[in-house]
């Protein structure tokens, strides 16, 4: 398995996997938007930081972010804008390994790294896989039920 920086050459790739991502969402969610879904990869790859799992030359998973604040603070952290490993591939390294790259790019650039996981299932399994790789829990998300 490699992790690396994605290039140009993978956004139909990325794009793929994200309405897959998308596809996989276990609540009901707002409409995908395919020309906004471009538009966010497209500055993901030109302002932010986009990695990608990779076997065999096939794209299994990628994380991707972009530096912040929270609303309160100027200080800058690294967040992410999506961390999707197809369902395939999850019995891999590829989660891990994506996140402690991330890692070491935060560190690389001095800025916390900042993490979540919006609209699926399996909320204590990724719970507990973020609490193994060192993140504390710092709040949840609730969507108005139809």
């Known amino acids: 398995?490699?992790?690396?920086?994605?290039?140009?050459?993978?956004?139909?790739?990325?794009?793929?996997?994200?309405?897959?991502?998308?596809?996989?969402?276990?609540?009901?969610?707002?409409?995908?938007?395919?020309?906004?879904?471009?538009?966010?990869i497209d500055s993901a790859m030109e302002k932010g930081i986009v990695i990608i799992a990779?076997?065999?030359?096939?794209?299994?998973?990628?994380?991707?972010?972009?530096?912040?604040?929270?609303?309160w603070s100027e200080e800058k952290h690294l967040g992410d804008l999506w961390f999707y490993v197809y369902p395939d591939s999850r019995n891999s390294r590829a989660a891990v390994k994506l996140v402690k790259c991330f890692i070491k790019i935060g560190k690389e650039i001095k800025m916390k790294v900042k993490l979540g996981h919006f609209y699926s299932g399996d909320i204590e399994r990724k719970d507990k896989f973020f609490d193994r790789l060192g993140f504390v829990k710092t709040g949840s998300l609730y969507t108005e039920a139809n």
């Open 1 to 40: 398995m490699i992790i690396r920086r994605a290039n140009s050459e993978d956004i139909s790739e990325i794009y793929k996997m994200l309405v897959d991502m998308y596809d996989r969402i276990e609540i009901e969610a707002s409409p995908l938007s395919h020309r906004k879904l471009k538009d966010v």
């Open 54 to 71: 990779e076997v065999e030359g096939k794209i299994i998973g990628s994380l991707a972010g972009v530096t912040n604040t929270d609303w």
